[in-house]
């Protein structure tokens, strides 16, 4: 059994008394991919755990557990997927082959957004196979043989019919299906809490958690479905895929959406007492001693993070921050850290003994034992997607979280960084 090991913290994290208890809802964010939003979730709310000891419980399905669907883009990138597969199957058959493959690159640009999003395989199916169909009619064995695998890693039980396709077709695609299925699949558990969820992966339904899969290197779409719980989604990048996946499903809010909550979360200098009663009626809801509502924007190539926090005693709201995080994904470990030590609202509530201690990182609303999680390991400045020669950030280490997945390290270099002017790395929003 692993063992929880006590890491070192800051000046500004506090010993003793019980831990404050975090729950960091995300605004709908369409700008932003599904990847890259729970990436920045993970570091900021690591960050957030290690400066203040507290408990976190953070991510898009907390977002999606608060807010719905509404305002994400979600339903619309799903139906504009769905009508690009639809595009490229009927262009394909009609030969218009360059048609098919324009289409199908504008759908390859949705699918970390839906490909967890979809209800069954064939979309998934028929946006590879036609295209792959596409580029073998011109020629383009190689670049067909490339999508066929896709399918396969997606989808090892499709077959090609020989009553619907000619004999080239099939046997192109049965050559790259024989050797798809000869390489070597990876043992993944996938576990929740609370157990019993519906797993979707690639649009196929494949059992209840706690479940054993063998899944192929390539990127696999995950999802899981509980009744009154929010939908939680994961993609799982190109490589071996990990050992375990986590998740943490979050209740559903009981209400309906706070839609004025979220409209003026970030953009109003401050907050009438209907957006606190909501606000409180939150932090009760998910047992919290703090609320931070958190915004992701891009402006050009720069990405912007806003928050903004509510503390539950003594009764706090904060001035809405906003925090330019640049182009540079490998420095979003580095600023986000930065991020979180300008939370002196969190600081003053662990400092005042005030913390319940009522939240869990385990559950939310019904709070358990907490689980062991190891240390992570120390890499380079940076920590999203992939290290120099290191391990993709979500198989080095876990928490449990809404994300479901956590950044590893805040990486040497991080000093040197912090020494640099707060101009060059900062926006605050002051109201006027």
Known sequence: MSLIILLALPAVAFAGGARLSVTVIPLPARQVTPPVAD????????????????????????????????????????????????????????????????????????????????????????????????????????????????????????????????????????????????????????????????????GVPRGQTPLRLELPPGPQYLRLELEDYSPWTLVLPEGPAPGQVRALLVPRWSGDPPLDLMSKAIAAEQLDEAQLAVLRLLAGFYQSDAVILVSLSRQGRNLHLGFRIFVVRPETVTRARLFNLGPDRSRYDAKLLGVATTMEALKRATASGLATGLGEPVMPVAPGPATPVRP??????????????????????????????????AGAGLAVWLTRPEATWTLVVQPR
């Open 39 to 202: 990436s920045i979730y993970a570091m900021l709310a690591r960050h957030i755990r290690r400066l203040y000891r507290a408990r976190v419980v953070g991510g898009r399905a907390v977002g999606r557990a608060v807010w719905g669907e509404v305002g994400s883009g979600v339903e619309e990138q799903r139906s504009r997927f769905l009508a690009l597969v639809e595009g490229i199957k009927k262009s394909y058959k009609l030969l218009q082959v360059d048609r098919a493959l324009k289409l199908a690159r504008q759908a390859d640009a949705l699918l970390d957004t839906c490909g967890p999003e979809v209800s069954d395989s064939q979309p998934l199916d028929d946006l590879y196979l036609f295209s792959g169909l596409a580029r073998l009619a011109q020629g383009q064995a190689r670049q067909a043989a490339e999508r066929f695998r896709r399918l396969v890693e997606l989808n090892a039980d499709f077959r090609l019919s020989p009553d619907d396709f000619p004999p080239d077709q099939v046997q192109a695609f049965e050559r790259v299906r024989r050797r798809v299925l000869a390489g070597r699949r990876y043992p993944v558990e996938i576990v929740s809490r609370p157990a019993g969820a519906r797993v979707v992966v690639n």
């Open 376 to 409: 992570p390991p120390r890499q380079p400045d940076g920590g999203h997607g992939r290290g120099e020669g290191g391990p993709a950030w979500y198989r080095s280490w876990w928490f449990w979280t809404a994300v479901g997945v956590a950044v590893a390290g």
